[in-house]
């Protein structure tokens, strides 16, 4: 008896950090999601133009922080948390990160899917584009640039870690040159700082060149 009341204070404890028995974590705070978003210390070189930040999807809403694609809205569908950050580099192209948040992974798997169209939809031309073993889930696709300007770029990748999912944007102006193997690179850095969270860890992960 004293054992089982020992193990039941210590899963009360624990409540926070993870769901007791389920094997699922709990979901990222607002704080833990940005502290996800790559930044300059993630990018060395590279300078920020859009600072991480991210909140609940209500309130990324009202001040207009919010990025959510497709009709109705569909790409935000059962989202809590959604943030951003950028950054570019001289001769370099832009980068955009964004992070999404859910109850559960299974609530991020069942929505990973109309995520990926929505989003995948802005890219003129698209085609798709291998990324290997990144995450739970990933998908990616190279086409042009958001501005449709001949000679630009645009690649896109998405990857999904347990209950967030994230996709990259990497744009490059004409006689900007890029590679979809580098889009590819960048996003892993990305799931990986959110794989660190997941373990508990500060992320670290950056980019090497």
């Not at 890219?123 to 696709?141: F, H, I, T, W, Y």
């Not at 999904?160 to 890029?178: C, F, K, N, Q």
Request: with cysteine; charged share 20%.
């Amino acid at each position: 008896m004293p054992a089982r009341r020992t193990a039941a204070a210590l899963c009360a404890s624990l409540a926070l950090l993870t769901s007791c028995g389920s094997g699922d974590a709990a979901p990222l705070s607002a704080k833990q999601a940005e502290a996800v978003l790559p930044d300059a210390e993630a990018l060395p070189g590279w300078k920020v133009y859009l600072d991480p930040a991210a909140y609940p999807l209500k309130k990324a809403q009202s001040i207009g922080a919010s990025r959510c694609q497709g009709e109705g809205q569909i790409s935000c569908a059962h989202v809590q948390i959604v943030g951003a950050s950028g950054l570019r580099h001289q001769g370099e192209p832009e980068l955009s990160f964004f992070i999404q948040t859910y109850e559960d992974s299974d609530a991020a798997k069942s929505a990973y899917p109309a995520v990926w169209k929505a989003w995948s939809a802005l890219v003129p031309e698209a085609r798709a584009v291998g990324v290997g073993d990144l995450g739970e889930q990933s998908d990616a696709v190279t086409g042009w640039g958001a501005s449709g300007a001949e000679g630009s770029k645009g690649t896109l990748v998405q990857i999904r870690v347990g209950d967030v999912i994230m996709l990259t944007s990497v744009e490059a102006l004409p006689h900007v040159r890029t590679t979809d193997a580098f889009a590819v690179k960048v996003a892993g850095v990305f799931a990986k700082r959110a794989e660190q969270v997941r373990d508990g860890k500060t992320p670290s992960a950056a980019l090497k060149e």
